[in-house]
């Protein structure tokens, strides 16, 4: 259809009557009908798992079901904690046994070292010092016989669980994958140019400290010039690739080959900027050992994770199937990998790496990024350039009055991304205000209409608004709308150009948001269709179709990830914040391109009124019970508990404090919603309140995440005393001495016995000043401040910790205290239901609560 213009020029553009309203749900359902029968399915899909009965037509496969069973013999061991029996005796019997068995049925070309290391050290993490000793690692290393080569693939995992967890998921599923690879590759008759260490690790959780034993002191360990890291943030699912490198994009080569790809940039960007409250045993081999490699984990079913609910009878067989299969794979590649004789030849920069549906791999190189994002934005700018020259010729319009419009276009299409964006945050920060975080928790489906369809609404309803009122404008609805899919794209241009330049790798992700617009664009002006709306939005729709799919798929994963995580990131921060910002950011690329095709129908605001409409509407589901975000036995809230003694100690020996108490750890954002029950132990103080007089509060904080969180952390006085199993933690002053002959500089000499997990604080005072010590030094070089905080623990070696401090002072005299220093004894090890007086006050926890509890000392000395 023709029409003329004001400018009597001829046209050809189709001027199109809009779809009457009652075909958008349709158009809407198309969009949810797509992820269903895709992206729901692929993000669960799994191999079959293989049985023992499998085993005779697969014969050098990995055997699922004799994993599992494997995990069942070391789960009946109990928790696996630093220091208790199952960890240090009857963990290392049972791999010995394990390994034993693997040599047995191994081909004679094979052989099979096996070494207990038992070591003591002490390295920085994060904010203290991390000091072991007598930490036990079970190393296997598997080679050809008469092999030379000296270059070795390392394969770790740790055995050890947190305080009261079975630890199946986290990481005994990992341990029995180990051993079920080691059992296939020693029975199969193919080359093994490079032997395979086989790391055991045994303190993981204290954090990384057998890692660091590992590769800072084990005779195998400068041989080791690769690593594959499995460890595990959930259970069960598909275990994903989330970091790799650093600097070796050779790596990639053989990942592409497992059958089971799972793989993102852009989780290994979130885990290393700190947005994951996790840490694995990869950042130590890589910063002490400077190994590269692989780390992969479990991070579905997050809710489980460090808990009691870990156990075998919740992890999924198909799930031993999907990671054996692919460590099974990588194991024997890399195990074969020339660049393994001379890694340092091929540290070649950073990758770019993501999988498609698990269906195929894509990785490329950080330069080969930055080459190809400024080549599709500068095409995209191209084209657009193109498109809107054209519409100036098609529609009449001058190109100054196109340009105009394509101005006040962009400028509504940026305010309408900043709408969407405080939209979500607004319901966020109100949900807070409520106290009713976290109601998507249990019930993701609530995430749609709190963040979703108020995002929705604020990218749609300024434009459709604006194009009500220019109806009447001679550049037809269909150019139009195109220019807010151009304004939408120069948008996310900016954003790429910008994350490429302070050198995001997520940029990517951006890039291909722009690069399948520029196709719908390219293949719009190449038929023309761009002339025809109808036409036009089919083609986008098209090319719209593959990025939708492939946002919402990672969209859906992150989700997966970071919900459970935040019921375990503290409770000073807002996590609905992270899940707006979230849904906004993906809303960017799945939806951007889709929603202006809404104005194609009438009664367009009356349609996206209905999205806030929806909004209001999730809102009061949300602060009603339906939304109650906490389950018992599968998503609980978690609290951590110690019932503890804590006795101050003043200069003349006198003691200013002495009181029982409960300290309580929340490790989310609506601990309030127990606010009642707590206050039924007793009368209940901030930790903070006590910061301000008292060195770390003065209270028994475990390591550094419990440091950090001191303020936001709770004290319940109480009469009883906790039924410490042991004799409390005992500080002994040996000696102290002059240094040198130099009165003005001293050195304190101190012992320590107590419990396998104590930690022990450092502070200065009266113009004191501490020169050196026996603890890593790290900190006092860097010129950290006091006071200090250095967490200890032991494994099989219970011997004096003997340590000494050097202080100078150079205006007052040692008669006034110099020292003050305090220690804190956890006897995590002890069986919380034998713990009676601590059991009652539990009681008083809701059921949905999950606790981590032990008793504690804390006492504090000044010197």
Not at 138 to 159: A, R
Not at 270 to 279: K, N, R, T, V
Not at 404 to 413: D, P, S
Request: net charge negative; hydrophobic share 45%; proline share 4%.
């Amino acid at each position: 259809m023709g029409f003329k213009s004001k400018y009597h020029i001829d046209v050809d553009f189709e001027v199109p009557k809009k779809l009457q309203w009652y075909y958008a749900p349709a158009f809407f359902g198309f969009w949810f009908v797509l992820y269903l029968a895709l992206v729901n399915t692929q993000i669960n899909s799994m191999p079959k798992a293989l049985t023992k009965s499998d085993e005779v037509n697969n014969p050098y496969s990995f055997i699922a079901q004799r994993a599992e069973d494997t995990l069942i013999e070391l789960t009946r061991l109990g928790p696996r904690v630093v220091g208790n029996e199952a960890n240090e005796i009857l963990t290392v019997e049972f791999l010995r046994n394990e390994v034993a068995k693997v040599e047995a049925d191994m081909l004679d070309k094979f052989e099979v070292e096996f070494d207990v290391q038992q070591a003591s050290g002490a390295y920085i993490h994060w904010t203290m010092v991390n000091m072991y000793q007598g930490i036990q690692n079970v190393v296997v290393k598997l080679s050809e016989k008469n092999n030379t080569n000296e270059n070795y693939l390392l394969i770790n995992s740790h055995y050890d669980s947190v305080p009261g967890s079975p630890g199946a998921a986290d990481d005994g599923s990992m341990v029995v994958t180990m051993l079920e690879v080691l059992r296939v590759i020693a029975k199969t008759d193919e080359p093994l140019d490079h032997p395979i260490v086989f790391l055991f690790n045994g303190a993981e959780e204290n954090p990384l400290q057998a890692s660091h034993a590992f590769i800072t002191q084990h005779k195998w360990a400068k041989n080791c010039k690769a690593l594959i890291n499995l460890d595990s943030a959930g259970s069960g699912g598909r275990e994903i690739l989330f970091q790799s490198g650093p600097n070796h994009p050779w790596l990639m080569n053989y990942y592409r080959k497992v059958p089971h790809p799972f793989a993102n940039t852009m989780g290994e960007e979130l885990f290393q900027a700190g947005f994951i409250p996790s840490d694995t045993d990869f950042r130590i081999f890589r910063d002490y050992g400077g190994v590269p490699g692989l780390d992969m984990a479990y991070i579905f079913n997050g809710y489980v994770y460090h808990t009691k609910y870990d156990r075998v009878n919740v992890f999924p067989r198909s799930s031993f199937q999907h990671t054996g299969d692919n460590v099974l794979a990588l194991a024997k590649a890399l195990a074969n990998a020339p660049e393994l004789d001379d890694t340092a030849a091929h540290a070649e920069g950073h990758n770019i790496f993501y999988d498609f549906l698990g269906w195929f791999i894509i990785f490329y190189t950080e330069t080969i990024s930055i080459i190809v994002n400024v080549i599709v934005g500068v095409l995209a700018l191209l084209a657009i350039g193109i498109s809107v020259y054209f519409m100036s010729v098609r529609s009449g319009c001058s190109w100054k009055g196109i340009l105009l419009r394509f101005g006040i276009t962009i400028g509504i299409q940026l305010v309408s991304l900043v709408l969407a964006l405080g939209l979500a945050v607004l319901v966020a920060v109100f949900m807070d205000a409520v106290d009713r975080s976290m109601s998507w928790f249990s019930q993701i489906w609530t995430i749609l209409g709190l963040y979703l369809f108020p995002i929705i609404f604020g990218m749609s309803i300024l434009p459709a608004l604006y194009l009500e009122k220019t109806k009447r404008d001679p550049l037809g609805l269909g150019f139009r709308i195109q220019l807010f899919m151009h304004a939408h794209c120069i948008s996310l241009i900016l954003i790429m150009m910008i994350m490429t330049g302070v050198g995001i790798r997520s940029a990517y992700l951006i890039m291909i948001c722009v690069l399948f617009d520029i196709l719908a664009l390219i293949v719009n002006l190449v038929t023309k269709w761009h002339r025809k709306a109808y036409w036009f939005a089919i083609a986008v729709t098209i090319c719209q179709g593959l990025p939708f799919i492939y946002f919402t798929y990672i969209c859906t994963a992150s989700l997966m990830t970071l919900m459970p995580m935040q019921g375990r990131s503290g409770s000073e921060t807002n996590p609905d914040l992270v899940i707006a910002a979230l849904m906004w950011l993906f809303s960017l690329m799945f939806a951007g391109f889709i929603v202006p095709l809404t104005m194609f129908f009438r009664k367009t605001r009356t349609i996206i009124l209905c999205f806030l409409a929806g909004t209001i509407l999730f809102i009061i589901i949300s602060v009603t019970d339906a939304a109650f975000p906490y389950q018992d036995n599968k998503r609980a809230q978690r609290y951590s508990v110690i019932h503890a003694h804590r006795r101050l100690h003043n200069a003349d020996g006198s003691i200013r404090t002495d009181e029982s108490g409960m300290y309580i750890y929340p490790q989310d954002r609506r601990f309030s919603i127990a606010e009642g029950q707590l206050k039924a132990i007793g009368d209940v103080h901030q930790v903070s309140e006590f910061c301000d007089e008292e060195m770390f509060c003065g209270m028994p904080l475990y390591n550094h995440r419990w440091s950090k969180a001191r303020e936001y952390s709770l004290w319940i006085p109480i009469k009883e005393q906790p039924e410490i199993p042991t004799v409390y933690p005992q500080l002994e002053l040996d000696e102290i001495t002059e240094l040198e002959g130099n009165e003005s500089q001293r050195r304190f000499n101190f012992s320590l016995t107590g419990p396998d997990h104590m930690t022990i604080f450092v502070n200065v005072k009266n113009d004191a000043k501490i020169l050196d010590w026996s603890f890593n030094d790290t900190m006092l070089r860097e010129n950290e401040e006091p006071p200090h905080f250095i967490y200890f623990s032991y494994g099989l070696d219970n011997s004096t910790l003997h340590f000494h401090i050097d202080v100078e002072k150079t205006t007052l005299s040692f008669d006034v205290p110099s020292l003050e220093i305090g220690i804190g004894g956890h006897w995590v090890n002890e069986d919380l239901n034998n713990m009676q007086q601590l059991n009652r006050y539990l009681e008083h926890f809701p059921s949905y609560t999950y606790i981590q509890g032990w008793v504690g000392t804390y006492e504090s000395w000044y010197f």
